[in-house]
């Protein structure tokens, strides 16, 4: 158990609707990461946040948002679905924000079916 | 540009046999390497990080990684294989680019004969 929880654990919808996904960090870990792995393209960087704020962004959609609340914990808001974001989607959290190489620690993940 | 490489994409050994899974990197300054693990379902856990220092590092579960600079690789091994070891492997670099950033091969899926 890596610390790091992430609810829902599968979700199913439909084309067009908006979905979020929560995530908690470990106790103590400041920066929450995003990650989408499809079978095509891998496992991809989507966005990190650090205390609240957005620190990186990587291969994010426009129809895709995040953000950390006061709390550290984070949401990913994924909407206009479409086929082709059905993924797992994984949260990491690690303890600093990127100035210094760290480990990342990685929830259960949340598969996202859209039909 | 940083990359990682696992030629690999699936590898079939039978239990007891040993194991080697490649991954070579693309980075110009000093590199993190980390080898994660994801069982069917499951997230990715941490096996072992490179750093710094001991060129060998021991991580979890019987895995041990060696970094090669000269080879520009950071291979996992195994001694014997558990049937339990069935899974995704994952290599990955931390990257320097405004932050510091991982990133992962594409991954080597592993199949253990009993």
């Known amino acids: 158990d890596s610390g790091v929880t992430q609810t829902p654990k599968h979700l199913i919808t439909a084309t067009g609707q908006r979905v979020t996904l929560r995530c908690s960090p470990r106790s103590g870990d400041l920066s929450v990461y995003w990650y989408q792995q499809s079978l095509d393209q891998g496992l991809q960087f989507l966005i990190q946040y650090y205390n609240g704020e957005e620190r990186a962004k990587g291969n994010i959609l426009e129809r895709f948002s995040a953000q950390q609340f006061p709390d550290l914990h984070s949401e990913l808001n994924l909407s206009s679905l479409e086929l082709g974001d059905s993924a797992l989607y994984f949260c990491a959290s690690s303890a600093s924000g990127g100035v210094v190489p760290d480990t990342q620690y990685f929830g259960p993940g949340t598969r996202l079916t859209v039909l | 540009a940083q990359s990682v490489t696992q030629p690999d994409i699936h590898i079939t050994v039978s239990e007891g046999a040993s194991l080697e899974l490649r991954c070579n990197y693309s980075y110009g300054a000093t590199p993190y390497l980390f080898w994660y693990v994801q069982s069917p379902g499951q997230g990715l856990q941490l096996l072992l990080k490179?750093?710094?220092?001991?060129?060998l590092v021991q991580g979890i579960k019987g895995f041990e990684a060696e970094f090669k600079r000269s080879q520009s690789s950071f291979n996992l091994r195994k001694p014997s294989v558990h049937w339990s070891d069935a899974a995704e492997y994952f290599c990955?670099?931390?990257?320097?680019?405004?932050?510091?950033?991982?990133?992962f091969g594409t991954g080597t899926r592993l199949k253990v004969l009993a």
């Open positions: 990955a670099v931390v990257a320097y680019s405004g932050t510091y950033k991982y990133i």
């Open positions: 490179y750093f710094s220092g001991d060129t």
